[in-house]
């Protein structure tokens, strides 16, 4: 990716120009991060954290008791190719939604955004969670607006840091319930323990919130930070909880229900589509295992949690609901391939065609 080029002449009255020195001065203190996809992309820790889980996932699949590779193509080539297309139109319906919900947050917080513009910078940062560790992608969507608006990168972060906490909330909430659901309140011993860390969550989260909300700026302020770090996080909390209010937050939550709806129902079509003599996965096994594999993308070490999130899926299908290995394997491969692969395809235009990643400017719309 190259570096951002200035652009020229005024802004149009209907966007808001791209920041640089003169339209829009950085807040004193806050940096610009370096945020050279291409840069990041040829580092060896990026090539080792893409590569080794899938030297890892092709040992551990071979070790599987009852797999077999070579029947693997011809069984995926067998399901049901119009449930896999619904599948993907769930999927990507995932995507306009959490563009409402960002602009719903930015907008409580005084940016006014429209969701064509979220949607777009959101989608070209899953292209770079996809191909880089860490969860970069999060980064990166905050500068992007960052260098295509006004609006205060510390406090974007705020707005992208409250927006996953909902959606942990949401994803421990919902499995949780859906496990329940699924096993008819006859949890098996591994699945309790999976719940009884996922209840401990919950209750971290909620404490964390409290306690940053509360004393956040009292704690900061005692310790000896220059000036810069605490006008930082002046604006970081402003994001977090100005985009929060008692009137949003049931549609927040609504919305939150939604998206995390679309990646239960996509794993749920693809299962359907092998059409498997006793696998019944039901709607609620699916938001199970999905949610599950989503709190597994939170672990940094790998992009899109590649070799975790399939080596948990996996062991969920075979441990838990009796999926045959190979079964197991295809289903877990076709599900990755819509929600890692396509994006990596569908996403790599995007990027390349989009206007964003050169401050272009976005809409502006009324906060």
Not at 4 to 20: I, L
């Amino acid at each position: 990716m190259s570096e951002r080029d200035p652009v020229a002449g005024a802004a149009p009255d209907t966007t808001t120009p791209a920041a640089s020195p003169e339209a829009a001065p950085q807040p004193e203190g806050e940096r610009q991060p370096d945020m050279s996809l291409w840069r990041r992309l040829r580092q060896p820790k990026t090539i080792v954290s893409l590569v080794l889980p899938i030297v890892l996932l092709i040992f551990l699949a071979r070790a599987l008791p009852g797999f077999e590779l070579e029947k693997l193509p011809a069984k995926i080539a067998a399901a049901n190719p119009w449930l896999l297309l619904a599948a993907f139109g769930v999927f990507y319906l995932g995507f306009p939604l959490r563009g409402y919900r960002w602009s719903q947050l930015l907008r409580q917080s005084g940016f006014g955004l429209k969701v064509r513009d979220a949607t777009e910078i959101i989608f070209i940062s899953w292209l770079v969670n996809c191909l880089v560790p860490a969860k970069l992608g999060d980064v990166y969507r905050a500068w992007l607006l960052k260098i295509n608006s006004t609006v205060s990168l510390s406090r974007t972060f705020g707005t992208v840091f409250i927006e996953r906490i909902l959606d942990l909330f949401a994803i421990v909430v919902l499995g949780l319930a859906a496990g329940y659901w699924s096993f008819r309140g006859r949890l098996p011993d591994d699945v309790q323990i999976v719940f009884a860390i996922g209840v401990g969550f919950v209750i971290l989260l909620a404490v964390g919130l409290l306690t940053l909300r509360n004393f956040g700026r009292r704690m900061i302020a005692k310790l000896p930070l220059p000036q810069q770090v605490l006008e930082f996080y002046d604006r970081f909390e402003e994001g977090v909880f100005g985009s929060i209010g008692l009137r949003a937050l049931p549609r927040l939550v609504v919305m939150t229900g939604l998206i995390w709806g679309t990646e239960a129902t996509r794993l749920f079509l693809v299962v359907e589509a092998f059409n498997l003599p006793g696998v019944h996965l039901g709607i609620s096994g699916a938001f199970f295992v999905a949610l599950s594999g989503s709190l597994l993308t939170a672990v940094p070490l790998t992009p899109a949690g590649i070799g975790i999130v399939e080596t948990g899926v996996v062991g969920l299908l075979t441990i838990v609901y009796g999926v045959a290995p190979n079964d197991a394997v295809a289903i877990t491969l076709v599900d990755r391939a819509i929600s890692v692969l396509s994006i990596i395809v569908l996403g790599s235009i995007a990027y390349a065609i989009s206007g964003k990643r050169r401050g272009s400017g976005v809409a502006a719309v009324p906060a």
